[in-house]
């Protein structure tokens, strides 16, 4: 009953929020809106979560442009425009030529000197010029769901700049459009509340990233965290009075810092919890590109992770499940990882982590590895090739992987390992502790391994030869049971199983790819199609093709 009064809530608040609607016809038109946004079946641009994450309740859709309505605006404000469309209530710029002033809310012709602390709902901070510098200051916004506040550059080509600490407290708050350069940080921290707060379309470097400490619904969207080796790209604690929970660092590109993202750490009081990594770029990070040391339900879905080397900190783990406090319920399922030492390591994971549906490939250095660490609960349909090891979780049920041109071992240990396709150039393959049952060696038949295609083509041995063991299943209907998202894919998103091998029952691929089935030429449709086109009635060439 608690649980749907819970969701009958969250279902007022989403009717309630401000979201920002924008026609559409095709997908190109929502791309300004971000990475992500598509036009869906009703001609609206809206974002698509990746495989398994759940859209945040705040922080995406919502836009500025709603307060060119003046019904929406705060009655105590005064709403001039810009010049990009929209409205704003405050106008800072310390470049001013005339000069700049703190004693108004500031406009073009007069603007603020500095940015102002105290929010009410309603308000719209542009930000121009830069950089603005000193100590730390603190930001409170009172906006709410109705009213959300925006602190803002203009564009993302005409971002302001800041050099100095802001902690972000108070509720409904979008940061966009500005560029933390030069010791600028961006603080989610425990200083009154945070909840309900996004920071997007910008850009942290030079110095320190993205700090979340004790702060609730954060949505961390579409930055550029780089340039700061000493700092990680987002970092999350949790402490004592409060609880760091419903987290979302989506799309965002992140390169040479420490860690793309870590949760840290063994001294915190606590662990944060929903916590969203997902559809992110990260590459050529000093240690690793997501750390997870403690956290409870954290969902790792369709990163992008490539470049990492030994370091004196760092073994090269693309994803690292460390060992240094409580951990449940860790998930790591459709990540595309390359060019690093280690695939996903798993070492002293308290709580056994699910491992699915990853692209694992082209591993670099002495002794890399696509899975292991012995702390994995379940490795399934996942794809691994050109690596020294294969996987090796002596605790996990390993089932549908492919594992490819090896030079050490396919596998080398496991509590239940089956159905699972082992191929090495026509050579042994090598299984060492492990019984692989109903394993298959054959040649998977990607479509062009080496330009990194592992599709599937029509005849691999891989098509309809996977197990729904009930531990398979129990790995599929967890994750539903728990989060109310099917992650019942393949790689790109295809519904499994499939089937096929047309022989009429869809049976689950191994591997991370799904086979749909092929592909023939409509003859009939392409020849009315030709004699139209000589007909000059239609004059856009295309291809009419249909599965078997």
């Known amino acids: 009953m608690r649980k749907r009064l819970f969701l009958i809530l969250l279902f007022a608040i989403a009717l309630a929020l401000p979201a920002f609607a924008q026609a559409c016809t095709a997908n190109e038109e929502c791309e300004p809106r971000g990475p992500g946004f598509e036009c869906n079946d009703?001609?609206?641009?809206?974002?698509?979560?990746?495989?398994?994450?759940?859209?945040?309740?705040?922080?995406?859709?919502?836009?500025?442009?709603?307060?060119?309505?003046?019904?929406?605006?705060?009655?105590?404000?005064?709403?001039?425009?810009?010049?990009?469309?929209?409205?704003?209530?405050?106008?800072?710029?310390?470049?001013?030529?005339?000069?700049?002033?703190?004693?108004?809310?500031?406009?073009?012709?007069?603007?603020?000197?500095?940015?102002?602390?105290?929010?009410?709902?309603?308000?719209?901070?542009?930000v121009h010029g830069g950089p603005y510098t000193g100590d730390r200051i603190i930001l409170t916004a009172n906006g709410t769901v109705e009213k959300p506040v925006y602190l803002r550059g203009l564009s993302q080509a005409?971002?302001?700049?800041?050099?100095?600490?802001?902690?972000?407290?108070?509720?409904?708050?979008?940061?966009?459009?500005?560029?933390?350069?030069?010791?600028?940080?961006?603080?989610?921290?425990?200083?009154?509340?945070?909840?309900?707060?996004?920071?997007?379309?910008?850009?942290?470097?030079?110095?320190y990233g993205v700090w979340i400490n004790t702060a609730r619904n954060i949505v961390v969207y579409n930055n550029e965290l780089h340039d700061s080796p000493t700092y990680h790209g987002v970092e999350l604690w949790e402490e004592a009075d409060g609880n760091t929970a419903r987290i979302w660092v989506i799309d965002n590109h992140m390169y040479n810092v420490n860690d793309g993202l870590q949760a840290c750490c063994y001294w915190s009081d606590g662990e944060p919890e929903y916590v969203y990594i997902a559809r992110n770029d990260i590459h050529d990070t000093v240690e690793n590109a997501i750390d997870v040391k403690i956290g409870k339900h954290v969902i790792i879905s369709e990163n992008k992770l490539r470049g990492f080397a030994v370091s004196p900190t760092s073994n090269g783990d693309a994803i690292r499940l460390n060992d240094e406090g409580d951990m449940e319920e860790i998930w790591v399922i459709y990540n595309d990882i390359s060019n690093s030492v280690l695939g996903i390591e798993t070492w002293g994971t308290p709580f056994p982590?699910?491992?699915?549906?990853?692209?694992?490939?082209?591993?670099?250095?002495?002794?890399?590895?696509?899975?292991?660490?012995?702390?994995?609960?379940?490795?399934?349909n996942n794809m691994i090739y050109s690596v020294d090891r294969g996987i090796s979780e002596r605790n996990a049920v390993i089932a549908n992987n492919i594992i490819s041109n090896v030079t050490s071992y396919h596998i080398d240990d496991g509590a239940d390992v089956r159905n699972n396709l082992l191929w090495q150039d026509g050579q042994q393959v090598t299984v060492t502790s492990a019984v692989c049952v109903d394993c298959v060696e054959e040649d998977p038949l990607f479509l062009d391994a080496d330009s990194g295609d592992f599709h599937l083509v029509e005849g691999s041995p891989a098509i309809d030869a996977g197990t729904y063991s009930s531990e398979v299943e129990y790995v599929y209907n967890r994750f539903e049971e728990l989060y109310g998202i099917s992650i019942r894919k393949d790689f790109e998103g295809?519904?499994?199983?499939?089937?096929?091998?047309?022989?009429?029952?869809?049976?689950?691929?191994?591997?991370?790819?799904?086979?749909?089935?092929?592909?023939?030429?409509?003859t009939d449709a392409l020849l009315n199609y030709i004699s139209n086109w000589e007909q000059g009635s239609i004059n856009m060439p295309y291809l009419i093709s249909r599965p078997y």
């Open 42 to 126: 009703s001609s609206q641009c809206e974002w698509v979560p990746p495989i398994g994450v759940p859209v945040p309740e705040f922080g995406l859709e919502e836009s500025y442009l709603i307060y060119n309505d003046p019904v929406a605006r705060n009655a105590d404000l005064n709403y001039s425009p810009n010049t990009a469309g929209g409205y704003y209530t405050h106008y800072v710029d310390n470049t001013a030529p005339g000069g700049c002033d703190n004693g108004t809310n500031g406009n073009s012709a007069n603007p603020r000197c500095n940015i102002p602390l105290n929010l009410p709902e309603g308000s719209v901070v542009e």
């Open 353 to 380: 982590a699910y491992i699915v549906g990853n692209k694992i490939y082209n591993l670099s250095g002495n002794s890399t590895r696509g899975i292991g660490g012995d702390h994995a609960g379940y490795v399934i």
């Open 158 to 207: 005409e971002m302001g700049v800041v050099h100095r600490r802001i902690r972000f407290v108070g509720t409904y708050l979008i940061i966009e459009h500005l560029n933390f350069d030069n010791g600028g940080w961006v603080v989610f921290h425990r200083t009154g509340s945070q909840d309900f707060m996004s920071f997007r379309h910008s850009e942290v470097q030079n110095g």
């Open 494 to 522: 295809i519904t499994r199983p499939q089937d096929g091998d047309s022989s009429g029952s869809a049976e689950w691929d191994i591997g991370a790819y799904e086979f749909e089935g092929s592909a023939c030429v409509d």
